[in-house]
Each structure stands twice: as structure tokens, then as C-alpha cells.
């Protein structure tokens, strides 16, 4: 391998000297064996995104890897064994220790596999280029196919043969397609080699489980440019074969209205814990009213159904008191209606447009706001101390609340026993 394609990490990566990692890199080279961090850990690294898991690469079979990791006190796991990772948790933190390979046989995402202490041959068999780079113990960058460029760029490139990686592994057409909603401006002329690869394979998709599937799509739809993903997913197919009836169109107008209430905000405070980017709220949008029973094939958990129904209950909303949606909702769903219901306002290039529209968004969300934060004055009890009591009492409580969120939340709890 060329000098040049070994060199300092440009880039931190402190999270590789914590004592933990240390301790494991430590005993996997006690007895010679070359261990590099690889894929996620190192990419995430250099976008600077938060480390969160750590794969490891080392150029000794599974068996041995399993001796050396038996002389610490950690949790062995062998679920990927056959396939020449071993899994250590140590000190409450996950590791995934995979020997070099080359893959000899694939069956979608199974794979034959032949150990190899060639680092060249391991990465050959990866699937896109920016995670062919390795990182040392000594903090060295290995980069055996020259491909550092695509790390820097965010470019989306498979390893070799498009087809081949496809072949070998049917979810990476998902994944190609979650990296350019990551990075859609350096990836705004993709290789066509590519997109046809995919269109002409991904009938291979439905090979895949569905959970499988629902993981891939849930983080495409909560990109915040997903927009990107999209087009190119329709463009080859794929949106089409998982809904049929699919309608992106639609999802446009809600990505755009997004991203001008998320202007609007800008970082205020309160809205820290509100989710913009809702991958159910854009599923239910994209297939609204039209792909129910396809939807249902997707493995949601209780709540992202709860979720979906909240909006498919809601498909003909046109207009909504924002003052009673912040009031019975709270913050996050009165959020959530306040886009669903503007859902068909598109954004033009009219400056005058998007100017009203800014101005309705503004009105609506102090609304919301204020409907969250507001707390009824009166009780059961205020009223039994002036003599209802029965079914007149939960009527009176009602309507009494009605009047109050009609005014505004304005009422003090004297004026509506007045109007009791």
C-alpha cells in the first residue's frame, strides 16, 4: 500500500483514546493481531456527528478473536459468528469485531465468507467507498482504496460494481438513498451507472424483512432534506414498488412548509423539544388516504400507529381553532395539526405568497403556544361550592371551558362564575 494512503487522522478522534476502548484494543493486540475502527465510528468521527457505535476490523479469524476477548471480564455475543463477527459489551458499551473477509457467495443478506489478513480485500468487499477507511490504535488513517476524497466530499459512490454491492446486500439500496438525504447537495448528479444499478434490482428489496425496510425508510423520512432521497426514489422505481400509489408531490408542499415555520422559529427556545421532521406525519402525507392497506405490511410499533391514525382520522381537516389545539393537544401535536392543515399550501416563488404565509404561520403558532402553556381556572369544585352538582355541573363545566378558550384563555376564574 502507497505512503500516501496511510496518514494522521485530519480529523478528532479523542473518542478512540477512552479508557474502554483502550482496554479492548489492548488485549486484541497482545499477541500481534492489527485492529482498526472502521465504517460508522470513523465516518460519523469526521462529519462530526456523535460516536455512538464502534466497529472494529482485525486481521485474525473469529476463533482467536474469541480467545483474546475470553482474557477480559466483558459479555461475548456470537449472533454474527458465521459470518466472522464476534460482539463484546464491556463496560456497558457495545463493540462489533469483525475479521478481514472476502465475501465468496451472497444471498441478499447472507454471505459465504473467506478470512483473509489482507486489509485491500476487506475493503473491496464494503459497500460505499467512504466506509473504506480505517483508523489505527495510533490514531494513522488507512485508506487501502484511495477513497478519503468521498469521505471529505460526502459523495455516494458503492465500492466496484454497483450491481455486485446491490446483489450482495439488497438493503443498501435503501442506505444509498439515506446518505443522499444526508448529503444531497454534493450528490446532486448522481452516477447514472448507479441509478440504474438500482432500478434495474430493486425488485430485491421486497427479498428483505420488513422491519428491515421500516428502519431504512423511517431515517430517509426523517432527514431534514429528504426531498432529495425522494425524487431519486421515485425517479428509479422504488418509491413506486414500496406504494404503489404514492403521491411525493404532496410531500413537497409539506417539506417546504416546514422548513418555513422552522425559519419562523429559529431556535427558540421553546420549540427545543418539538420534532419537525416527522417521518409518520410524512408517511401518512406521502400515502394519504391511499395506501392504508400497504402501509399495514410496515412492522410500526404501537405508538407510530397511534401516530398514523392520528393523521389518517384527519385526512379532510381544513381549518382548526389553534387556540384549542394548543389548549387539548399540547405543544408538539398542536405543532403537528398546524402543518397537517396547511398541508396543500405550496411554496411558490411568489414573494408575496410566501410573505402571508409566513405572517398566518406566525399568528397560528402564537396561538398554539399560548393554548399549551394556558391552564383552566375552574374545578368540579368551584362550581359545587355555588351550588351545581349532577350531570347541570360537568354541562356547565364545558361549556364554561368553551368560553374561555374562545376568549382567548382571557376569562378569570371570577368572571366565569359570573357567568355561571
Not at 482504496?145 to 455486485?164: A, E
Not at 352538582?389 to 378569570?412: C, H, Q, V, Y
Not at 368572571?415 to 355561571?420: F, G, P, R, Y
Request: glycine content about 6%; some cysteine.
Amino acid at each position: 500500500m502507497s505512503k500516501k494512503n496511510i496518514f494522521s487522522a485530519p480529523f478528532d478522534v479523542s473518542w478512540l483514546h477512552k479508557p474502554v476502548i483502550q482496554k479492548l484494543l489492548t488485549v486484541l493486540q497482545s499477541e500481534g493481531a492489527e485492529v482498526f475502527a472502521v465504517g460508522g465510528c470513523v465516518r460519523d468521527s469526521f462529519w462530526k456527528r456523535e460516536v455512538k457505535e464502534i466497529d472494529l476490523a482485525i486481521n485474525v479469524d473469529p476463533i482467536r478473536v474469541k480467545e483474546l476477548v475470553n482474557k477480559i471480564d466483558c459479555k461475548v455475543l456470537y449472533a454474527g459468528f458465521q459470518y466472522g463477527t464476534v460482539t463484546v459489551i464491556l463496560e456497558e458499551q457495545k463493540f462489533e469485531i469483525t475479521s478481514f473477509r472476502k465475501d465468496i457467495k451472497t444471498f441478499g443478506r447472507k454471505v459465504k465468507v473467506q478470512y483473509t489478513d489482507n486489509l485491500v480485500e476487506d475493503a473491496k468487499r464494503r459497500d460505499f467507498t467512504f466506509n473504506t477507511i480505517y483508523l489505527n490504535s495510533n490514531s494513522l488513517i488507512v485508506d487501502p482504496l484511495g477513497n478519503f476524497s468521498d469521505l471529505q466530499s460526502g459523495k455516494v459512490k458503492f465500492v466496484g460494481d454497483p450491481n455486485r454491492r446491490i446483489n450482495e446486500d439488497h438493503l443498501r439500496i435503501l442506505r444509498y438513498f439515506r446518505f443522499i438525504g444526508r448529503f444531497p447537495n454534493e450528490n446532486k448528479n448522481p452516477d447514472k451507472i448507479t441509478l440504474n444499478a438500482i432500478a434495474n434490482n430493486k425488485s430485491l428489496i421486497l427479498k428483505l424483512s420488513g422491519q428491515r425496510i421500516w428502519n431504512e425508510l423511517k431515517l430517509i423520512l426523517a432527514s431534514q432534506e429528504v426531498i432529495a432521497p425522494i425524487c431519486l426514489m421515485n425517479k428509479t422505481g422504488v418509491l413506486g414498488l414500496l406504494f404503489p400509489k404514492a403521491r411525493p408531490n404532496r410531500l413537497m408542499s409539506m417539506i417546504n412548509l416546514e422548513k418555513l415555520l422552522m425559519k419562523i422559529i429559529n431556535k427558540k427556545s421553546q420549540f427545543k423539544s418539538v420534532t419537525f421532521c416527522d417521518p409518520i406525519r410524512r408517511l401518512a402525507l406521502l400515502t394519504e388516504g391511499r395506501e392504508s392497506a400497504h402501509t399495514a405490511i410496515l412492522p410500526l410499533d404501537n405508538r407510530e400507529k397511534r401516530n398514523l391514525e392520528f393523521y389518517q382520522s384527519r385526512a379532510e381537516i381544513d381549518s382548526i381553532c389553534y387556540n384549542s389545539v394548543g389548549y387539548q393537544h399540547g405543544l408538539q401535536r398542536g405543532v403537528d395539526l398546524l402543518l397537517w392543515s396547511l398541508r396543500n399550501s405550496e411554496k411558490h416563488e411568489n414573494v408575496i405568497f410566501e410573505k402571508e404565509l409566513s405572517l398566518k404561520l406566525r399568528c397560528y403558532l402564537k396561538k398554539i403556544v399560548v393554548g399549551s402553556l394556558a391552564k383552566f381556572p375552574l374545578t368540579g369544585n368551584d362550581l359545587l361550592n355555588h351550588g351545581y352538582s349532577g350531570k347541570k355541573l360537568g354541562l356547565t363545566l364545558k361549556e364554561l371551558e368553551k368560553s374561555w378558550i374562545a376568549s382567548g384563555f382571557s376569562l378569570s376564574k371570577s368572571q366565569l362564575l359570573k357567568k355561571a
